[in-house]
Nanobody, 125 residues
Framework: QVQLVESGGAWVQAGGSLRLSCVASGGAFDQLSMGWFRQAPGKDRELLARISWSGSGTYYEDVVKGRFAISRDNAQSTVYLEMNSLKPEDTAVYYC??????????????????WGQGTQVTVSS
């Protein structure tokens, strides 16, 4: 059973930056595809970015493309989300998730078997 713990959420002013971290334990991290999601109040959880087990493949949704970057360090069993040019509409709880399948088919939250507890990001205008 894989456990995921996110950290790095904070309050930040618009235009600022944050880096979220997600540490995995209890499984073979380097065999997992990883994704970052977020859920704003009253909205569905949405996929933002995903990364293959090796880190060679990264994919972004349009809403964060060019502003956010996903990366991973398999030696540290950690996946990161670097967030720049933050906007008030980025305010949400951010979750990392792990999928045992290929990143090419890990397109929806139903494809991810393991989830962290979330970390709050608040962006003020």
């Amino acid at each position: 059973q894989v456990q995921l713990v996110e950290s790095g959420g904070a309050w930040v002013q618009a235009g600022g930056s944050l880096r979220l971290s997600c540490v995995a334990s209890g499984g073979a991290f380097d065999q997992l595809s990883m994704g970052w999601f977020r859920q704003a109040p009253g909205k569905d959880r949405e996929l933002l970015a995903r990364i293959s087990w090796s880190g060679s493949g990264t994919y972004y949704e349009d809403v964060v493309k060019g502003r956010f970057a996903i990366s991973r360090d398999n030696a540290q069993s950690t996946v990161y989300l670097e967030m720049n040019s933050l906007k008030p509409e980025d305010t949400a709880v951010y979750y990392c998730a792990a999928a045992q399948g290929s990143i090419l088919v890990a397109l929806d939250e139903e494809d991810y078997e393991f989830w962290g507890q979330g970390t709050q990001v608040t962006v003020s205008s």
